[in-house]
Structures are given as C-alpha cells and as structure tokens.
C-alpha cells in the first residue's frame, strides 16, 4: 500500500477527527511535489472528491465541508491531514486519500445524531 489512511472513528455530531494519509514509500522530493486528495463515499453513493491540497499548499473544498475540513500537509512526516469539524452524519462514509494512481485503503468515519 503506498499511501496509508488512518484516523477515522465513530463521533457523534458535532465533534472532530483528524485523518492521516502516510506517503511512506515515496521519497521527500516526489511528496513535495504531488498534489493529495481525499475523497469519500458514503453507503450507496458514488465516491466524491472532499478536499485537495496542490504542491504548493494551495487548498480547494467541497462546498458540503468548506468552513469546517482543512486539509493541510506535512513534507518532513511525508503525511498529508484532513482535519474535520464539527461533523455532521452526511460525513459517515469510507475516506480515501489519493494521488495521481494512488490510492489508500480508505478509513471508515461514521457520525451519529
């Protein structure tokens, strides 16, 4: 697996998780320059694109989580993160990282009401 997701959980609305995505078999150089994105699916829905962070930190939202994800990226821990609040249970899915072929195995977020 080239890029391992973790963090996800079960949290009641209105709470926060912090998701991961370790880039461990690539080098410095190649994560510094690849842009990362997280993407969800929810039970019976088609997978949708979440949040994207570019090589240089430029960042670009769903308008469903804009004001309360921020993706952010850390080049010396190879890790991009997907911060999340205040949850909502429209937010319970499987949470894939990616990027360009790669992908994660994907981490299961389940909000409840």
């Known amino acids: 697996v080239q890029l391992q997701a973790s963090g996800g959980g079960l949290v009641q609305a209105g709470g926060s998780l912090r998701l991961s995505c370790k880039a461990s078999?690539?080098?410095?150089?190649?994560?510094?320059?690849?842009?990362f994105t997280w993407y969800r699916q929810a039970p019976g829905k088609e997978r949708e694109l979440v949040a994207t962070?570019?090589?240089?930190?430029?960042?670009n939202y769903s308008d469903s989580v804009k004001g309360r994800f921020t993706i952010s990226r850390d080049s010396g821990r190879k890790t991009v993160y997907l911060q999340m609040n205040n949850l909502k249970p429209d937010d319970t899915g499987v949470y894939y990282c990616?990027?360009?072929?790669?992908w994660g195995q994907g981490t299961l977020v389940t909000v409840s009401s």
């Open positions: 078999r690539m080098i410095t150089s190649t994560f510094r320059v690849k842009t």
């Open positions: 962070i570019a090589a240089g930190g430029t960042t």
């Open positions: 990616n990027s360009q072929d790669m």
